[in-house]
């Protein structure tokens, strides 16, 4: 039997020595902390700004945009770097930006923010120096009369750039209607327009508009209401709506 053992003994070695033999396993890569990821994208907090000739603000940090999720602050300990394209306005390491004393009123440049492998910009434009008082967030107060079948608006944003947003309930990030606005001075004709609503030439409200301190009134122009934001009474002649301030201008 002894020649039938070696046989075997053999077997087995060389099967033992034929055998894969397991290597290292290998290491996963690591995952950069202040690296976006492939779904989001890098925002600016604020991308609607107006500031006057020597005018200086520290601007909010951009924000990790997740889609559905929202936004989310860049990861601590992540760099951010500053910079402007264009001329009439410097920036700083802490997002502090400087517009110069002589920039004209009218023109525009953009700040960008670099966080996290990815870009951010947000508009600037220069605003004449002095107060603009309809600038500010402003809430309808519910009255009889020149209210829409929504309710009061809820928010409505005239920015110092000339960005406006009007949202009838507002709900986190959701916006009814975005553009712009005008104000005459000679007429006090208010109008605004919209960029994101199919209107002819953007136009949507037309009124002429009153401010004292905190309340702002919007007395309609014939036929300036063309997207059906407020209800006028049978009977009335005119229908004027009246907002109270509710954020200050930015």
């Known amino acids: 039997m002894r020649p039938l053992h070696l046989a075997l003994a053999a077997l087995l070695a060389l099967q033992t020595a034929c055998?894969?033999?397991?290597?290292?396993?290998?290491?996963?890569?690591?995952?950069?902390?202040?690296?976006?990821?492939?779904?989001?994208?890098?925002?600016?907090?604020?991308?609607?700004?107006?500031?006057a000739p020597g005018e200086s603000q520290t601007l909010a940090p951009p924000v990790v945009h997740h889609g559905p999720s929202g936004?989310?602050?860049?990861?601590?300990?992540?760099?951010?770097?500053?910079?402007?394209?264009?001329?009439?306005?410097?920036?700083?390491?802490?997002?502090?930006l400087a517009i110069a004393p002589d920039a004209r009123p009218g023109d525009s440049l953009y700040v960008v923010a670099?966080?996290?492998?990815?870009?951010?910009?947000?508009?600037?434009?220069?605003?004449?120096?002095?107060?603009?008082?309809?600038?500010?967030?402003?809430?309808?107060?519910?009255?009889?009369?020149?209210?829409?079948?929504?309710?009061?608006?809820?928010?409505?944003?005239?920015?110092?750039?000339?960005?406006?947003?009007?949202?009838?309930?507002?709900?986190?990030?959701?916006?009814?209607?975005?553009?712009?606005?005008?104000?005459?001075?000679?007429?006090?004709?208010?109008?605004?327009?919209?960029?994101?609503?199919?209107?002819?030439?953007g136009l949507f409200l037309a009124g002429y508009a009153r401010v004292e301190g905190d309340s702002l009134e919007i007395r309609l122009a014939p036929g300036g209401d063309r997207v059906g934001l407020f209800a006028t009474m049978p009977g009335e002649e005119e229908c004027r709506a009246t907002f109270q301030r509710a954020g200050a201008a930015r």
């Open 114 to 201: 670099r966080a996290m492998g990815d870009d951010a910009r947000a508009r600037v434009k220069i605003v004449a120096p002095g107060p603009n008082p309809l600038a500010g967030t402003w809430r309808q107060v519910r009255t009889p009369t020149c209210v829409g079948p929504g309710g009061p608006i809820g928010e409505l944003v005239l920015r110092r750039s000339g960005g406006m947003m009007l949202t009838v309930r507002p709900f986190e990030t959701y916006v009814d209607l975005a553009g712009t606005y005008t104000l005459d001075p000679a007429t006090s004709l208010l109008e605004l327009r919209s960029s994101t609503r199919a209107v002819d030439g």
């Open 71 to 96: 936004p989310r602050s860049v990861d601590e300990g992540c760099s951010i770097a500053w910079a402007v394209e264009g001329t009439g306005a410097q920036i700083d390491a802490v997002g502090t």
């Open 19 to 51: 055998a894969p033999q397991a290597g290292p396993r290998p290491v996963p890569p690591v995952q950069d902390p202040c690296a976006i990821p492939s779904w989001a994208t890098l925002v600016m907090a604020e991308r609607d700004i107006g500031m």
